[in-house]
């Protein structure tokens, strides 16, 4: 690595997707050091809101999970849960939503329910759903964040757990599904859109040191290459400083896992 | 009207064999003092409810106390995996668990309209989902727009149990902070448990504070330091590193047996250090 880790490449690229003045739902782990990385650097009015309906919520420290006590006390407003659920993002209220996958497939469905083909007696259990299948349907765009490996990019999610453009084209409509669906998908190797026709990942971004034969080796479907695939420049020792001085604040044995 | 009892005389009197529980507390006032007393007292076969069954419900399902799980998200927080949950469902420890799975936004819901004596509440939500169809989820149309949308099942727990920061002496119940879904889970119950930090002469009015009058609460029991590794706000902070280290406890069933002697049944005095 030349000075940055894969994951710090990713959290800079997705601090980078997100602009000023937006309304950002935010997951912990890498969501989190995300949005709060463009919120210390190029986007100091992002709204943070959190499922445990802290909204606005202004860290100096990065929380553990999504309830911590940093967020409640820095917010504009804390309302219940069922209150953030119904009242903020079911009327499409925000912007944007940031999401993590076990599994994801070509037409950006995720995955974070079970492995395995059998719901009852599942290969691996995963921790479900939370706010995500909601978060998918009603935030303005979606954001997905995840290492990426052959087993996790495959062509049809064992579980559909947020739908991201379903079985392709028209299937959010005919589902009912107010936002637009995942716009961007930012792994370890670059960055992927959406085909506006098929509807079908793209890649369109590779980080330094990486080729288009990295990713599709690590790509479970026929990969698809925009035909203006652009590199992705390695991040500014400045922007990495500030995400390393945020992931410093979490406890010690979590840093690595939280960057994951 | 409120009953304010000890901790383990006021589980005994509301939490019975075969019940459906919620303990409510979305990452803050988690009520583990009083998951630990259902623990001691040897609980079994319950219907445990909760959007993210956490540190508390692992504990619980690996101490044998549940036969269903009833849940939204069931993940360590920015740590991992809940080993015992994990091991319950894939392996039968301590015994086979049943799952009944919904999302945040459905479980929330659910308890608004057992708040609100409704059987069912309606969202714009799981289409499209492996959820969809699942028990307690259904299609409905709109009858004003036709519009399709979502119906979810009340939940009507047997019981409730919450944490909060006060009561005062006649049993009114004040907390604040990240206040989640405890309203609607306490109105929901028949029967509930409100562990508290202190008791106070007055209640002095605390911003977006949630005050549930004596007469709509059971039981109500001292606590102090009771949401422990979770917090009260203005009381405790948040126990990161714990949950950081319940990942090995939880990860390894002699660990999580050791930690269950030391920490549960040793003695109550346990309850001063975790």
């Known amino acids: ?260 | 009207m409120a009953l304010i009892v000890s901790l383990p005389e006021a589980i005994a009197a509301a939490v019975r064999d075969g019940d459906t529980v919620a303990m409510e507390g979305f990452t803050h006032l988690i009520p583990h003092a009083a998951g630990r007393e259902v623990i001691r007292q040897g609980r079994r076969d319950l219907t445990l409810v909760r959007m993210t069954p956490d540190v508390i419900y692992d504990q619980l399902i690996g101490a044998g106390c549940a036969r269903k799980l009833v849940f939204s998200w069931g993940g360590n927080p920015g740590v991992g995996s809940l080993h015992r949950f994990r091991d319950a469902v894939e392996h039968s420890w301590p015994g086979p668990l049943e799952l009944e799975e919904h999302s945040h936004a459905g479980m929330a819901n659910r308890y608004v309209a057992g708040a609100s004596g409704l059987p069912f509440a309606v969202l714009r939500g799981y289409s499209g989902t492996g959820l969809a169809g699942h028990p307690g989820i259904a299609e409905i149309v709109c009858p004003f727009t036709g519009e399709r949308l979502t119906a979810v099942a009340a939940l009507r727990p047997d019981v409730t149990v919450i944490h909060a920061q006060r009561a005062d002496r006649a049993g009114n119940v004040q907390y604040w902070g990240i206040t989640g879904v405890q309203k609607e889970a306490v109105l929901a119950a028949a029967r509930s448990v409100v562990t508290v930090e202190e008791i106070v002469d007055v209640l002095d009015p605390r911003p977006g504070a949630v005050v549930l009058p004596a007469w709509a609460v059971g039981y109500v029991a001292l606590a102090p330091g009771g949401a422990h590794p979770s917090y009260a706000l203005g009381y405790s902070v948040r126990d990161n590193d714990l949950y950081v280290a319940w990942d090995a406890i939880s990860r390894d069933r002699a660990a999580f047996g050791r930690w269950l002697d030391e920490h549960v049944y040793a003695s109550e005095r346990a309850e001063k250090t975790l």
């Not at chain 1, 100091?44 to 802290?54: A, F, H, R």
């Not at chain 1, 990019?153 to 409509?173: H, I, L, N, W």
């Not at chain 1, 637009?180 to 960055?191: E, N, Y």
Request: hydrophobic letters at 40%; a negative charge.
């Open chain 1, 1 to 260: 690595m030349n000075g940055y880790t894969a994951d710090e490449i990713m959290t800079v690229t997705a601090s980078r997707a997100l602009r000023d003045g937006m309304t950002c739902f935010v997951g912990i782990d890498l969501p989190s050091a995300a949005a709060n990385l463009a919120r210390a650097t190029h986007a100091p009015n992002l709204v943070l809101i959190y499922e445990s309906g802290t909204i606005g919520a202004k860290p100096g420290s990065l929380p553990l999970s999504i309830g911590d006590a940093v967020l409640a006390e820095t917010a504009d407003a804390v309302v219940s849960v069922p209150e953030i659920f119904n009242y903020w993002l079911q009327p499409g209220r925000i912007d944007v939503g940031f999401l993590g996958a076990a599994q994801i497939d070509k037409f950006a469905n995720i995955n974070t329910t079970v492995i395995g083909a059998d719901y009852a007696e599942p290969k691996v259990r995963l921790p479900g759903a939370g706010g995500a299948p909601e978060i998918a349907a009603s935030c303005g765009e979606v954001i997905v964040i995840t290492r990426q490996t052959r087993r996790k990019f495959v062509e049809r999610v064992d579980f559909v757990t947020s739908v991201g453009f379903g079985d392709g084209p028209g299937s959010r409509k005919y589902l009912g599904l107010t936002g637009a669906g995942p716009q961007k998908v930012i792994t370890d190797l670059g960055v992927f859109e959406p085909d506006p026709v098929t509807c079908e990942l793209v890649l369109t971004g590779v980080y330094p040191g990486v080729d288009v034969a990295d990713v599709s080796e690590q790509t479970g479907w026929e990969l698809r290459v925009s035909a203006d695939l652009q590199p992705i420049p390695p991040p500014p020792e400045s922007e990495l400083a500030v995400l390393r001085d945020l992931l410093a604040t979490l406890p010690k044995a979590d840093r690595e896992g939280a960057a994951r």
